[in-house]
């Protein structure tokens, strides 16, 4: 059969044809599985990008003059981010997860004190506001000393919280905006953790 005549193409004919070509783009887009649709998901099942925390420590623990400790964390917590590098001659190794509860929760390892690492810890200071002292805690045997930013009278999840441990050798540091909850599982699994094998002598 030959082609209609270009007189007698109307809107109905546009209108099928862009039909069919959306038809083909969703079936492409979905195939190649680079989105969801997000029916029975929630804000938490945003992709995470992959981190091999354990590599990261070992690495850190080879090198670093004090001890680094590797937590064993339950299910549910995304290891996304490491870095290693200096504070005033001293040297701190950081990795960072994404908590249950959707927020970043960082691990800070240094030999350098509380003061000078304190400063690292508030990267927002601008607009979270200065870190303020809120007292101590313990967990377990081992005391940490509390820090907020913004208000300190009221801290809650979304605040920027520091926690600072200081276990002689080493200081450990909690920093993000999680819940107390899972600060303190962090807190308990870092502690507990036995110093991973360096090459120190």
Same mark, same amino acid.
């Given at each position: 059969?030959?082609?209609?005549?270009?007189?007698?193409?109307?809107?109905?004919?546009?209108?099928?044809?862009?039909?069919?070509?959306?038809?083909?783009?969703?079936?492409? &887009?979905?195939?190649?599985?680079?989105?969801?649709?997000?029916?029975?998901?929630?804000?938490?099942?945003?992709?995470?990008?992959?981190?091999?925390?354990?590599?990261?420590?070992?690495?850190?623990?080879?090198?670093?003059?004090?001890?680094?400790?590797?937590?064993?964390?339950?299910?549910?917590?995304?290891?996304?981010?490491?870095?290693?590098?200096?504070?005033? /001659?001293?040297?701190?190794?950081?990795?960072?997860?994404?908590?249950?509860?959707?927020?970043?929760? /960082?691990?800070?390892?240094?030999?350098?004190?509380?003061?000078?690492?304190?400063?690292?810890?508030?990267?927002?200071?601008?607009?979270?506001?200065?870190?303020?002292?809120?007292?101590?805690?313990?967990?377990?045997?081992?005391?940490?000393?509390?820090? &907020?930013?913004?208000?300190?009278?009221?801290?809650?999840?979304?605040?920027?919280?520091?926690?600072?441990?200081?276990?002689?050798?080493?200081?450990?540091?909690?920093? /993000?905006?999680?819940?107390?909850?899972?600060?303190?599982?962090?807190?308990?699994?870092?502690?507990?953790?036995?110093?991973?094998?360096?090459?120190?002598?």
């Amino acid at each position: 059969m030959a082609d209609k005549p270009r007189i007698l193409n109307n809107g109905k004919d546009m209108l099928m044809s862009l039909l069919v070509l959306l038809i083909l783009v969703v079936f492409v &887009v979905i195939t190649s599985r680079n989105c969801s649709i997000g029916l029975t998901g929630g804000a938490a099942d945003d992709k995470i990008p992959p981190f091999e925390v354990s590599s990261a420590l070992r690495a850190d623990a080879s090198t670093m003059p004090f001890p680094i400790r590797q937590p064993a964390l339950p299910a549910g917590w995304k290891p996304n981010s490491g870095t290693s590098g200096q504070i005033g /001659g001293k040297q701190v190794s950081t990795v960072g997860w994404i908590t249950p509860g959707g927020y970043y929760l /960082g691990l800070s390892q240094s030999d350098a004190t509380e003061s000078e690492l304190l400063p690292t810890l508030n990267p927002n200071a601008d607009k979270d506001g200065p870190l303020a002292g809120t007292g101590s805690r313990e967990v377990g045997t081992t005391k940490w000393v509390t820090y &907020v930013a913004g208000d300190r009278l009221a801290p809650s999840d979304g605040m920027r919280k520091v926690w600072v441990a200081d276990l002689g050798d080493v200081r450990i540091a909690l920093s /993000g905006k999680a819940g107390e909850a899972e600060f303190t599982t962090l807190a308990q699994a870092v502690v507990s953790a036995a110093p991973l094998p360096s090459g120190r002598r």
